[in-house]
């Protein structure tokens, strides 16, 4: 038996969101753990990095799916979970690593965070904007905008890269003009009800250019840790992927359309789905975190490294999981912990959000 939705939740959507979490987090373990300091281990990098790329974009496609909203009730729950954890890392960083607090709020890899948040105040422009462009003006039109708004989007993209020669290696390659250009760019896709036109022979085209963008335009963070350690070697000369290239955004916009349309998740595993898919975002927290989060990654990698003979990319999978898993368990404790002050002060907001939508 398999099931779409659990309640009021997306179990495909939820399952997605899983995993472009536990691609990010081994993203970080393939460039921040034991394998950092490796000269001559830039196959490593190059690799994770190349297969899984998308992983933020994605979050965003999920956002533009659905739409986002700004509400009281979600900004104080995004923001709360930031707080925590901020707060949690200078704690760690004071009290184990005797590290000085310099600034408890919006550090240790909250760039994600605060940007999300900044686009909330957006997000209901950019909805009431391409709704009224889609309801005005007959379909033709339309897609000419988009189109124009689309290549605009990639000339800003390639000269940032084809004529500066700028590493646009991890957040540098990131902003709220990257979550724009996905989220507007999916939601003319529901919108205009594009997805019924995806096919699998689509998606294997999508994931063919994806890979040949890579190729082209070589990774930023496999480029940038080859570069920093001073070797010659040097993947492109055109230019560099990044999360706001075009090969990026297609590939995580065409893996989301995949898990909505194709995607079943059996019955027995949507309960275990739902439950971790809202712990998500504290994973990325916490798994980010200054000393914290990197000596989850070095634990099992040192281990393995130094008693097993498992190839390096075994050992960062392993590592990535354990990771992975781990702040799962540390999120869910959080969230048995502030449940009783979100009951308290959650009622409250919902209802001022209910007299801000009047």
Same mark, same amino acid.
């Given at each position: 038996m398999e099931s779409r939705g659990l309640g009021t939740r997306n179990v495909s959507i939820d399952a997605f969101r899983c995993l472009l979490m536990f691609l990010i987090v081994l993203h970080h373990a393939s460039i921040r753990g034991y394998w950092k300091d490796e000269t001559n281990n830039f196959i490593l990098p190059l690799l994770y990095t190349t297969l899984i790329f998308w992983h933020v974009?994605?979050?965003?496609?999920?956002?533009?799916?659905?739409?986002?909203? =700004?509400?009281? %009730?979600?900004?104080?729950?995004?923001? *709360?979970?930031?707080? #925590?954890?901020?707060?949690?890392?200078?704690?760690?960083?004071?009290?184990?690593?005797?590290?000085?607090?310099?600034n408890a709020i919006g550090v240790h890899g909250g760039w994600y965070g605060n940007?999300?948040?900044a686009f909330m105040f957006v997000a209901p422009l950019i909805n009431e904007a391409l709704l009224k462009l889609v309801v005005t003006l007959p379909r033709k039109k339309v897609f000419i905008i988009w189109a124009i708004y689309d290549i605009g989007m990639i000339l800003n993209w390639a000269p940032y890269n084809l004529f500066t020669g700028v590493l646009a290696s991890g957040a540098g390659g990131f902003s709220i003009m990257t979550f724009i250009t996905v989220y507007i760019n999916v939601r003319m896709i529901r919108?205009?009800?594009?997805?019924?036109?995806?096919?699998?022979?689509? =998606?294997?085209? %999508?994931?063919?250019?994806?890979?040949? *963008?890579?190729?082209? #335009?070589?990774?930023?963070?496999?480029?940038?840790?080859?570069?920093?350690?001073?070797?010659?070697?040097?993947?492109?000369?055109?230019?560099?992927?990044?999360?706001?290239?075009?090969?990026?955004?297609?590939?995580?916009?065409?893996v989301m359309l995949a898990f909505i349309k194709w995607v079943r998740i059996p019955h027995w595993l949507c309960k275990i789905v739902a439950f971790i898919s809202p712990a998500m975002f504290g994973v990325y927290l916490l798994h980010g975190a200054t000393g914290f989060g990197n000596y989850l990654y070095l634990i099992p990698e040192r281990w393995l490294a130094e008693s097993t003979t498992l190839s390096p990319v075994v050992i960062v999978f392993v590592a990535g999981t354990f990771t992975f898993f781990t702040c799962i368990v540390v999120?869910?404790?959080r969230r048995v912990v502030v449940a009783p002050f979100c009951k308290l002060i959650f009622p409250i907001l919902r209802s001022w959000d209910t007299k801000l939508e009047l």
């Open positions: 974009d994605g979050f965003i496609a999920i956002s533009g799916w659905f739409g986002c909203h =700004f509400t009281l %009730v979600r900004f104080s729950r995004l923001f *709360g979970v930031m707080l #925590f954890y901020s707060i949690f890392h200078s704690c760690y960083l004071y009290f184990i690593m005797n590290v000085p607090i310099y940007t999300y948040l919108l205009l009800q594009l997805e019924t036109y995806f096919t699998i022979r689509k =998606f294997c085209m %999508v994931c063919a250019l994806y890979f040949i *963008g890579c190729l082209v #335009f070589s990774v930023s963070w496999a480029t940038y840790q080859i570069c920093a350690k001073g070797s010659t070697i040097q993947w492109s000369w055109v230019g560099y992927t990044t999360y706001n290239s075009p090969h990026v955004i297609l590939m995580a916009i065409a999120d869910s404790v």
